[in-house]
């Protein structure tokens, strides 16, 4: 399991602003909540432009991802970097997008539809 307080701080390092706070994680899950009064339209997550790794496609932001995970330590997003899935496999089974219709059909009852919206 990896260490989150590095992502935390760089975080909050990089300008990084939200009421969620990080509740648990896991191999393949992290979860989020908030004891903050939020209503409809609240802004969950600020997020400044210079910290995010933008890209015209999803090839070129492959590319960059790929090139940041190889400068590993040396990356300005390696504390962010670190809580990705680590294969292909792993990235499948953290993502519903990728789960199978069995295991995304067990999600419906619990998230409010979200999932199945997506």
Known sequence: MVPISPFLSWCESQGIVSPLQLQGIASTYRY??????LSAGSSILSVPLDAC??????????????????????SAYAPYLQLLPPDVEAFRESFPRFWSDERRDSLF?????????R
């Open 53 to 74: 790794l933008v890209a015209n496609t999803k090839e070129e932001l492959a590319e960059k991802l790929f090139h940041e995970k190889s400068l590993g330590s040396d």
């Open 109 to 117: 009852g619990f998230d409010g539809g979200q999932v199945e919206r």
């Open 32 to 37: 989020l909540s908030t004891s903050a009064d």
